[in-house]
T-cell receptor, first 114, second 112 residues
Framework: NAGVTQTPKFQVLKTGQSMTLQCAQDMNHEYMSWYRQDPGMGLRLIHYSVGAGITDQGEVPNGYNVSRSTTEDFPLRLLSAAPSQTSVYFC?????????????FGEGSWLTVV | KQEVTQIPAALSVPEGENLVLNCSFTDSAIYNLQWFRQDPGKGLTSLLLIQSSQREQTSGRLNASLDKSSGRSTLYIAASQPGDSATYLCAARGDSSYKLIFGSGTRLLVRP
């Protein structure tokens, strides 16, 4: 089982560049989300989606864009990278309701903006 | 706005000790609460999920409890081992929202 797959694992960007972090899941989960993890701050929700064509903002959405054209994919776009976006990014997915809604995480993408 | 707090931020114990990790949340209207383990440089692995209607869940040496009225959850680890060394995070999911709000974690070191 592939689970939640994120690419790339490591990336260095220059300030002002744009890029897309890819996330795919093969569990037919309705719910997908992106988090960033910074030292001492835990995980903070950037954007989330409850199904194809439906997205919403989390706690820290500024500077990021998402779309959900299929159930499987949920890419995160950095529009104009800033050093403050240096972080570890995690994609996650789960069923939206019911007892089987354990959330599954990808391995993370380490992003450095210089 | 839901806030999740984990105390202590770090904990060091000798091997074999039983220990309790604490998680508190401000809004009791939660759908579920989940405990995760994170190893350095890795993603998060779900350990236990407690639905809002449940009081506790058990998996092997791990037991998680939930008290919505007091806004608290605890993760009990029995007979700790060096392999349990990791960061443990709790996260609360809102009753009317799909958002999962995380605590900042407790970094556990189990000394041989």
């Amino acid at each position: 089982n592939a689970g939640v797959t994120q690419t790339p694992k490591f990336q260095v960007l220059k300030t002002g560049q744009s890029m897309t972090l890819q996330c795919a899941q093969d569990m037919n989960h309705e719910y997908m989300s992106w988090y960033r993890q910074d030292p001492g701050m835990g995980l903070r929700l950037i954007h989330y989606s409850v199904g194809a064509g439906i997205t919403d903002q989390g706690e820290v959405p500024n500077g990021y864009n998402v779309s959900r054209s299929t159930t499987e994919d949920f890419p995160l776009r950095l529009l104009s990278a800033a050093p403050s976006q240096t972080s570890v990014y995690f994609c996650a997915s789960s069923y939206s309701r019911g007892t089987g809604n354990t959330i599954y995480f990808g391995e993370g993408s380490w992003l450095t903006v210089v | 706005k839901q806030e999740v707090t984990q105390i202590p931020a770090a904990l060091s114990v000798p091997e074999g000790e039983n220990l309790v990790l604490n998680c508190s949340f401000t809004d009791s209207a939660i759908y579920n609460l989940q405990w995760f383990r994170q190893d350095p440089g890795k993603g998060l692995t779900s350990l236990l999920l407690i639905q809002s209607s449940q009081r506790e869940q058990t998996s092997g040496r791990l037991n998680a409890s939930l008290d919505k009225s007091s806004g608290r959850s605890t993760l009990y680890i029995a007979a700790s081992q060096p392999g349990d060394s990791a960061t443990y995070l709790c996260a609360a999911r809102g009753d009317s929202s799909y958002k999962l709000i995380f605590g900042s974690g407790t970094r556990l070191l189990v000394r041989p």
